[in-house]
């Protein structure tokens, strides 16, 4: 079966510093990742996507992400976080013969600092 | 344009009743998922409806858990009995197909006294 795990629960990170948030997942097959950022009291917003082709994908608000295969992450990377930034961030999956079903991680509170 | 709609934003309601919560995809999107977000849990799938196909129920946590989805764009869930742990926010989020990102609602938080 699927997974995905979101080792950190919480990052705090002062602003202007870079931040990375880790994703892993399980799949033997083929799949489609996703990252969801949820801000303060509003509903979840997609913030970068992998479907196929370049493994480096560029996202809103200045996020990026990476897929690894060999390592089967996803992790989530921002040079310079702004206050702004602070949210709940969550990892997603899809694939896989016969489930089209998302796999969502247990999300990440990015808090940062001033 | 009109996103996904939820409605009721919140409900309240005794431990036995039952509830049913409306959701509203985009317009077009064959594709439409319900998920229970629970503090600290993360989103949980509990259902999935694609165009005519059978739905994926895999993830109804139980048989008071029901949805269905009338002319391939409402849908509702339904919980029977409802129970204090069903106590969460279930968000609803449709798509264009389930390779394509998902564009989700507002939730209704379900409160069970």
């Known amino acids: 079966a699927q997974s995905v795990t979101q080792l950190d629960s919480q990052v705090p990170v002062f602003e202007e510093a870079p931040v990375e948030l880790r994703c892993n997942y399980s799949?033997?097959?083929?799949?489609?990742l996703f990252w969801y950022v949820q801000y303060p009291n509003q509903g979840l917003q997609l913030l970068l996507k992998?479907?196929?082709?370049?493994?480096l994908v560029k996202g809103i608000n200045g996020f990026e992400a990476e897929f690894n295969k060999s390592q089967t992450s996803f992790h989530l990377r921002k040079p310079s976080v702004h206050i702004s930034d602070t949210a709940e961030y969550f990892c997603?999956?899809?694939?896989?013969?016969?489930?089209?079903?998302?796999?969502f991680g247990t999300g990440t509170r990015l808090k940062v600092l001033a | 344009g009109a996103g996904v709609s939820q409605s009721p934003s919140n409900k309240v309601t005794e431990k036995g009743k039952d509830v049913e919560l409306r959701c509203d995809p985009i317009?077009?999107?064959?594709?439409l998922y319900w998920y229970r977000q629970s503090l600290g849990q993360g989103l949980e799938f509990l259902i999935y409806?694609?165009?005519?196909?059978?739905?994926?129920k895999s993830g109804l946590p139980s048989d008071r858990f029901s949805a269905e989805r009338t002319g391939g764009s409402v849908s509702t869930l339904t919980i029977q009995r409802t129970q204090q742990e069903d106590s969460a926010v279930y968000l609803c989020?449709?798509?264009?197909?389930?390779?394509?990102?998902?564009?989700f609602g507002d939730g209704t938080r379900l409160s069970i006294l």
């Open positions: 989020a449709s798509s264009q197909d389930y390779s394509q990102p998902q564009h």
């Open positions: 799949s033997s097959v083929s799949v489609y």
């Open positions: 992998y479907l196929s082709g370049s493994t």
């Open positions: 997603a999956v899809i694939g896989g013969s016969g489930t089209y079903k998302y796999i």
């Open positions: 317009s077009g999107h064959t594709a």
């Open positions: 409806f694609q165009g005519n196909s059978a739905p994926d």
